[in-house]
């Protein structure tokens, strides 16, 4: 079955300096992988996602990810955070046609002035 | 503009008391699921639909109901509710296909409180 790790469950980063929120996945085949961030009171906005191809995705808001099959990993970075970027961060994994989307239990990042 | 909308946003009820949260989508979408978000759980999916009449049971179902009578509505009925159901609620809509359609467009969220 699928899953979705994210060790982290909180991060703390000053503003201006860089971040990297780490994803770990269980997967047989080649996974659809996604990264979600969700602000205080709001729904998941879709930062960005992989399928095939590059393994550098970028999202918006400034974010990328790599895709790495030889770690099963799909760690989230932005050079340098501004405080708006304090949210919660959901790594995802989905199969082509499957309707079941599996979610990490999300990595609060907490933005110090 | 593309958009899914939640109501209530927030609810307060009693045990008990049969409730249920509606969720509306413009985008002619097939796909809509239902998911609740708890602490340190993350978002765990209670019921999906891939379309008019066709209602599956995610990972959490107990104690919930949904119905899918037209593609634009897929409202989340709590018969009896649980204080153990208190918790936050997203619909989310998907496009058909793979690609760069695939991808779930999230409401805003309700927020339910049973007592």
Redesign the interface.
């Known amino acids: 079955a699928q899953s979705v790790t994210q060790p982290d469950?909180h991060i703390t980063v000053s503003e201006g300096a860089s971040l990297e929120l780490r994803c770990n996945y269980s997967y047989g085949a080649t996974p659809?992988l996604?990264w979600?961030v969700q602000s205080p009171?709001?729904?998941?906005?879709?930062l960005l996602?992989y399928?095939s191809g590059d393994t550098l995705v970028q999202g918006i808001k400034g974010f990328e990810a790599e895709f790495k099959r030889s770690q099963s990993s799909f760690n989230l970075r932005k050079p340098s955070v501004h405080w708006s970027d304090a949210a919660e961060y959901?790594c995802a994994v989905?199969r082509?046609?499957s309707?079941?989307?599996t979610?990490?239990?999300?990595t609060s990042l907490i933005v110090h002035p | 503009e593309a958009q899914v909308t939640q109501n209530p946003r927030y609810l307060i009820t009693v045990t008990g008391k049969k409730l249920t949260v509606t969720c509306s989508q413009n985008m002619n979408h097939e796909y809509m699921s239902w998911y609740r978000q708890d602490p340190g759980l993350g978002l765990r999916q209670i019921y999906y639909s891939m379309n008019v009449e066709v209602t599956d049971k995610g990972d959490v179902p107990e104690g919930y109901k949904v119905s899918r009578k037209e593609k634009r509505n897929f409202p989340l009925i709590l018969e009896s509710p649980s204080p153990n159901q208190t918790s936050l609620y997203f619909c989310a809509t998907r496009g058909k296909g793979t690609g760069v359609n695939y991808g779930y467009t999230f409401g805003s969220g309700t927020r339910l409180t049973v007592v």
């Open positions: 469950i659809y996604f979600y009171g709001q729904g998941l906005q879709l996602k399928f959901f989905g082509g046609g309707y079941i989307p979610f990490g239990r999300g």
